[in-house]
């Protein structure tokens, strides 16, 4: 079975733009979870989905948004880049039910310049 | 508020040595505990979980983990290091039965010695 897969692996934009991540699930997964994960602050939890629903979200500003698609694909936005939202950005998926296990992708590195 | 706390930021070990990486969690309920190992550039890959029953879990790569209740701990250790498990291990809590929120340490990383 494909594991979590994750486009673009690498991002470079400039403050003030915007960007697009996208993540593909595990076959079969309905829950799909993002992570920001830096230097300074580690990983630290940006918002689940869990079918086409946000089921949970983490203490960061309206500029992350996110959204899941019928078939568990889900994508995460970021408007007006700053410089601090360079990282790593991480997708992991699960069933969604009781007991979960998170199966991360590669990331996403995106650099702000 | 739920936390976890690695208090050994960085590791070094012969290679052949015996290995144990500390995590200690602050949940109320009973938790679900992660440990997954990070490779440079890599995401992250899971070791092995624990949800109940029997305290001492197997993993993959000959790692094992203990789940102490009263000291509210989840050690990671494996007997014999290789060279290739030097990576950074990020111990995680998930936060109930419906939710795929993990809380995460800050990650130790392992140095193997020749």
């Known amino acids: 079975k494909a594991g979590v897969t994750q486009t673009p692996r690498y991002l470079i934009k400039t403050r003030g733009q915007q960007v697009t991540l996208s993540c593909s699930p595990i076959?079969?997964?309905?829950?799909v979870s993002w992570y920001q994960q830096t230097p300074g602050q580690g990983l630290q939890f940006l918002f689940e989905?869990?079918?086409?629903?946000?089921?949970n979200k983490g203490n960061f500003p309206g500029r992350f948004s996110g959204r899941q698609f019928s078939n568990s694909r889900s994508e995460m936005n970021v408007s007006t880049l700053e410089l601090g939202d360079s990282a790593l950005y991480l997708c992991?998926?699960?069933?969604?039910?009781?007991?979960?296990?998170?199966?991360f992708g590669p990331g996403t590195r995106l650099t702000v310049l | 508020a739920q936390s976890v706390t690695q208090p050994d930021i960085h590791i070094t070990v012969s290679e052949g040595a015996s290995l144990e990486l500390r995590c200690n969690y602050s949940?109320?309920?009973?938790?679900?505990l992660f440990w997954y190992v990070q490779s440079p550039g890599q995401g992250l890959q899971l070791l092995l979980k624990?949800?109940?029953?029997?305290?001492l879990v197997q993993g993959i790569k000959g790692f094992e983990a203990e789940f102490k209740r009263s000291q509210s701990s989840f050690n990671l250790r494996k007997p014999s290091v290789h060279w290739s498990d030097a990576a950074e291990y990020f111990c995680?809590?998930?936060?109930?039965?419906?939710?795929?929120?993990?809380?995460f340490g800050q990650g130790t990383t392992l140095q193997v010695k020749p």
């Open positions: 992991a998926s699960s069933l969604g039910q009781v007991a979960n296990t998170q199966y």
């Open positions: 076959s079969g997964h309905r829950s």
């Open positions: 989905y869990f079918s086409e629903t946000q089921r």
């Open positions: 949940y109320g309920a009973t938790p679900y």
């Open positions: 624990y949800f109940s029953g029997d305290t």
């Open positions: 995680a809590v998930g936060l109930g039965s419906n939710t795929g929120k993990l809380i």
